[in-house]
């Protein structure tokens, strides 16, 4: 590709906040619930890169098609690939379209196609537009863009009454909360520079391990799944657990990890270096609790509630399984995304003036 940007390029991140901020000079969106894209075209080239950088073509064919038709010749956009079915963003039907069969990838496409939703623009032609202030990003993006065939463009206002009218309305139909990207912000790959306010707090988290379940043979009931966090420094921290499956769920799940089961170079055997490690002795517990080592190759979602301890935290309660996110790659699974309660002066609070510490 001749663009200015060539992929692999990082996407701009969201930190997550309690409530749609006010007196804030932000462009607010919704956000959407799918799989974040970028897209690169130049010409007749056209590549599909996931938040991971990895390529995603194969698995949207329709959508690729699509975009060839629809959008400028050449141009670098950032947007989510979604699936709609019965006038809702459709999550699971959307990661179904990760398959290793191409036969039935094609099925798919046609059964349940996927569209791209576009909410900003990092190159036309020569010209490389990451500096540019957020609203003259999004002046352009209008200019370029034309909704139908597959390709939209997401609604935005300036007006937080209504982006609070959008996060109450719209989460009817899938959508995750509502994002805030300040107006002069440039656009910073990488970087936690927007912020988002989802409806529950939620983590990507990496499967690092497993425990059986108490009342079966080991090796036929998964009871738990051990999930971890990276620190700044790459440091993959116990985080919690996640175990709320159904019976025939937690059969298949143990066929499933049974190919990632290790005793090689995996980041939770080794000796106490300050990580935060699984089965530790603490005041209710008296010994090593058992647990499997997996390859930490998988990621899923959990909803979940509050986080207790220092640096690194943990979950005060069992996550909650809400799907798996094949899209995600493990590395990309860090502590900063948690939405953490702000702290407070106890003292205060226990004389009823409850301010920020």
Known sequence: ??????????????????????????????????????????????????????????????????????????????????????????????SERIHPAESRVRLLAEQTPASFVAFDVLAVGDEVLLERPCSERRSTLEGLITPGDGLYLTPATTDGDLAAQWFELFEGAGLDGVIGKPAGGAYTPGKRSMVKVKHTRTAECVVAG?????????????GSL????????????????????????????????????????????????????????????????????????????????QTEGAAPARLRHNGQFRRWRPDRDPASCRYDQLDQPARYDVESVLRGEVRPA
């Open 1 to 94: 590709m001749a663009l200015p940007l060539t992929p692999p390029v990082q996407p701009m991140l969201a930190t997550a906040v309690d409530k749609i901020p006010t007196g804030a000079d932000l462009v607010f969106e919704p956000k959407w619930d799918g799989y974040r894209c970028l897209v690169f075209r130049d010409g007749d080239e056209l590549f599909l890169q996931s938040r991971s950088g990895k390529p995603l073509n194969r698995y949207f064919p329709e959508a690729e098609a699509a975009l060839k038709r629809t959008l400028p010749p050449r141009v670098v956009v950032d947007g989510e690939l979604v699936v709609a079915k019965d006038d809702k963003l459709d999550f699971d039907a959307l």
């Open 226 to 305: 051990l999930l971890g966090l990276h620190d700044d420094a790459g440091v993959l921290h116990h985080v919690g657990v996640v175990g709320s499956f159904k019976a025939a769920e937690r059969r298949a799940l143990a066929a499933e990890f049974q190919a990632l089961i290790t005793d090689d170079d995996h980041p939770w055997l080794v000796e106490p270096d300050g990580r935060r490690l699984p089965g530790e002795i603490n005041r209710w517990r008296g010994k090593h609790a058992d647990w499997v080592p997996l390859r930490p190759e998988r990621v899923l979602e959990i909803a979940y509630s």
């Open 210 to 222: 497993l425990r059986w379940h108490k009342d079966t043979e080991p090796g036929t009931a998964v």
